[in-house]
């Protein structure tokens, strides 16, 4: 009897140990993605009716450093299209971080925007979509159309928009926010 007794106190403190160490099952969603550190945004703009026309202007922001605009100014012909790429870089690195490519992996969770202001005779169309159904621009991409000759500037603006991406400018936060000087002659 004592046998019996002994065997049945082992198996229910495994089952109260087995029982113990039982979870009741939840759904965990994965983190949402942070806003990415980005130091540098460039424009590659290049003229469509001629190939050698290339400009690549920038605006910098190192930590703890004044923002440099040395290279920012935008000259564009009149009456002309251009393709433009837009690339953001982690300059505290060596050498220099590609951000571009981790937002571009997320697109569905980022819009650029652009702000034409000052009188600058230019238009921007966002050339690129994510894989949102239904698929929403990004802005990594885009054509600038210019006309007459005028002066003004663009502002160029990465919005950070997980689960609110809606092809607006308005939802999310801001990665980062740059202004170039734009001349058209």
Do not use: W
Request: hydrophobic share 35%; with cysteine.
């Amino acid at each position: 009897m004592k046998k019996i007794a002994g065997i049945l106190v082992v198996a229910g403190g495994i089952i109260l140990a087995l029982n113990g160490c039982k979870k009741d099952e939840t759904a965990v969603s994965p983190p949402l993605p942070g806003n990415e550190f980005l130091t540098t945004v460039q424009l590659v703009v290049t003229n469509t009716a001629d190939a050698t026309d290339v400009q690549t202007v920038s605006v910098k922001q190192l930590p703890d450093q004044p923002v440099d605009n040395s290279k920012a100014a935008l000259t564009l012909k009149k009456n002309a299209v251009y393709t433009v790429q837009v690339k953001f870089l982690d300059e505290t690195k060596t050498p220099a971080g590609n951000v571009t490519d981790d937002i571009s992996t997320r697109r569905n969770y980022h819009l650029i925007c652009f702000v034409v202001s000052g009188g600058a005779n230019l238009t921007v169309v966002r050339t690129d979509q994510d894989t949102n159904t239904p698929a929403l621009q990004v802005g990594l991409q885009d054509k600038f159309t210019t006309g007459a000759a005028s002066t003004g500037s663009i502002n160029v603006q990465l919005r950070h928009q997980p689960n609110a991406k809606n092809g607006d400018c308005t939802p999310g936060s801001t990665d980062a926010d740059v202004n170039y000087p734009v001349t058209i002659n």
